[in-house]
């Protein structure tokens, strides 16, 4: 984890980023966050800083917010810093990944703070840097890290992960129905290939899935997310940080989660229904406090773009925006209830942590198991 300083930062303008990338459901998200971090000394993290768009706006918004941005990408950071410069030191950049949010407010001397808004995925300026892999429509090196610096990159898995792993990251991240036809055909053409280019994987699920049954779109679109998935454990990055972010959370903060593919939402509503449902067993005449709900649905479930945004940002298109309110301190069932939702022994949607042994220990590599205890510690 490092501070980045705006000195990163190329000669692109405020302008010119707000047209690179649109922030979602912008005004929704500030009137969200507004009622927790509109007061002096309020603290909120945006863990997904990207261009900082909705950041700048929630800066703006409230002034006695001090926030602190995050991102793994230390191009966006550089960029988002020099557009959040007026802010002065309201604002701290830091280079780490989201699920580092514990270590990070450690390192920060933070507390507790009063909001946390995830803006998951990409953003427009990766998409479109075509060296680094994103996108299927243009022939890159099979790379797709968010964050550079990390080891793993998408030709690794594919020319390294077995038969059985390939096909489950094809099926679970990117719910492909061809993916054991999509693996066997990798694993096969391994013996004299190697692979280092989009385009060849764009041609070999051309050249694997039947034309008569592909969906709408790019047929190589589902493989595409399920590599970027997993090169950057983010549903694995996404159970450990919303534990770690309700452990941290003032009474009367939020979580602000804007997510663009039903595993990301799954997980979401997953986690915030262990705080919005009653945990009572049936005929109890009297409700203990342990057991009430902690949090409160503030977005009434999932908020989705108007057809005028989904126009105008045809990214837009697939968001879901999820918020909750913390209304009590966490009871003590919380902690262990979070332990065993990040494990994926606790119902409630969206748990569940399937990862092989192989991934395990990749992911070792990139920092998660080492904050999945950081959190156990905290939670114990
Ligand atoms: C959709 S963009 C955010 C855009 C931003 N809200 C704006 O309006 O400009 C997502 C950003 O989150 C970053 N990101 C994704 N996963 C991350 C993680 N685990 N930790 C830190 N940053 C992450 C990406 O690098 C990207 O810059």
């Known amino acids: 984890m490092t501070t980045s300083s705006s000195s990163a930062a190329d000669a692109l303008s405020s302008t010119d980023l707000s047209a690179i990338h649109q922030p979602v459901l912008l005004d929704t ?8 971090i509109d007061h002096d000394g309020a603290v909120a993290v945006d863990g997904t800083l990207g261009l900082a768009g909705h950041s700048q706006a929630f800066l703006a918004a409230a002034p006695g917010v001090h926030l602190i941005g995050i991102d793994r990408d230390e191009e966006a950071l550089g960029l988002a810093s020099t ?20 270590e990070v407010l450690d390192h920060e001397g933070i507390d507790t703070v009063d909001a946390a808004f995830l803006d998951l995925g990409l953003s427009s300026l990766q998409i479109d840097e075509t060296d680094r892999g994103f996108s299927y429509s243009t022939d890159a090196p099979l790379d797709m890290r ?9 030709a690794d898995i594919v020319n390294t992960y077995d038969l059985e792993d390939l096909t489950r990251i094809f099926k679970e991240y990117g719910e492909e129905k061809y993916s054991y036809k999509i693996a066997q055909r990798i694993v096969d053409l391994r013996d004299d290939t190697v692979f280092t280019h989009s385009s060849q994987i764009v ?7 039947p034309r008569y049954k592909r969906p709408a779109g790019n047929p190589a679109k589902r493989v595409f997310q399920a590599l970027r998935i997993e090169v950057n454990g983010e549903l694995d990055k996404l159970r450990s940080v919303l534990p770690q972010i309700a452990e941290r959370l003032t009474v009367g903060g939020r979580i602000v989660v804007e997510s663009y593919h039903s595993l990301e939402d799954r997980t979401v509503k997953g986690f915030f229904t262990l705080g919005t449902r009653s ?4 005929g109890l005449p009297v409700i203990p406090d342990e057991l009430k709900p902690y949090f409160r649905d503030v977005s009434h479930g999932a908020i989705k773009a108007d057809e005028d945004e989904i126009a105008r940002n045809p990214r837009s298109a697939s968001v879901r925006l999820r918020a909750v309110e913390l209304m009590a301190p966490l009871p003590d069932h919380a902690h262990s209830d979070f332990s065993a939702w990040v494990d994926g022994h606790l119902a ?3 748990g569940g942590h399937h990862a092989s042994r192989r991934e395990t220990s990749r992911r070792d590599q990139t920092g998660t198991k080492k904050n999945q205890k950081t959190y156990k510690r905290r939670a114990r």
């Open 203 to 209: 041609e070999l699920v051309d050249a694997t899935v």
């Open 279 to 282: 945990h009572v067993p049936q």
């Open 146 to 154: 968010m964050d550079p610096t990390q080891s793993l990159t998408a």
């Open 83 to 102: 557009r959040l410069e007026r802010f002065g030191d309201r604002f701290t950049p830091v280079h780490s990944s989201f699920d580092r949010f514990a």
């Open 348 to 350: 409630g949607g969206g």
């Open 29 to 36: 998200c500030v009137k969200l966050m507004l009622p927790s």
